[in-house]
């Protein structure tokens, strides 16, 4: 697709019902949502509303991302699925990403954020992804872990234990939103698990129109 297709398809998603009274231009505001998600910071997002004469402070911007609720798209029919789980911080609080990716594609499917790992919430999470998704006949590619080969034999998925190949997808997500969240701390500061969990979901649909 060229590029300038993708990027005018990911602003036509950008949904802003949210505004109600607000005097950035719904462009702008848009393109400060793309650019962001993107991974330009905070502040140089702010630099280039500048640009254009709008005057906004960081939080706004942050507040423009988090209200358009963004989200991947679902019913996809992958062949693969990479499933993993990783630590990650936030603030002073650690937590457990779980992500599922089409190594096919490099599109993320389904993210989530937990406190903790257990075989429940490995459980769920499939639970999740498989209601998302149709992975049905997909062959799931997992590491050594545990709790990830114990639900995909609940839901009755096929996987193969694979450390690296297709797997390096989902490796590449988890660099990439690791480096945002240590770079972008500001963002994440005093934030809770569900504030975290929209930016995920945010991150996920700018990964799959633009990254």
Known sequence: MPENDRLSGCLD?????????????????????????AGLSLSNTVSFLEVFGVDRVRSTVHNWV??????????????HVAVDET??????????????VDPDSNDLLHTNLEP??????????????CERHDVDDAIFLVDGAVPLHRACDKHNLDFRY??????????RVFREV???TTSF?????????ETANKWLRSFAFAW???I
């Open 87 to 100: 630590v990650i911080q936030l603030d002073d609080e650690q937590y457990w990403l779980y992500a599922a």
């Open 66 to 79: 988090h209200k358009a609720d963004l989200q991947p798209e679902s019913g996809r029919c992958p062949n």
């Open 208 to 210: 799959n129109q633009l």
């Open 178 to 180: 690791k480096r945002r």
């Open 162 to 171: 694979e450390r690296h190949g297709n797997r390096n997808s989902v490796e």
């Open 13 to 37: 998603e950008i949904n802003l019902e949210f505004v109600e009274r607000e005097a950035t231009p719904k462009l702008l505001m848009k393109l400060s949502i793309q650019l962001h998600l």
């Open 116 to 129: 903790t790992r257990t075989n429940v919430i490995a459980d769920q999470f499939f639970a999740e992804l």
């Open 185 to 193: 701390l500001n963002c994440f500061s005093n934030a809770g698990a």
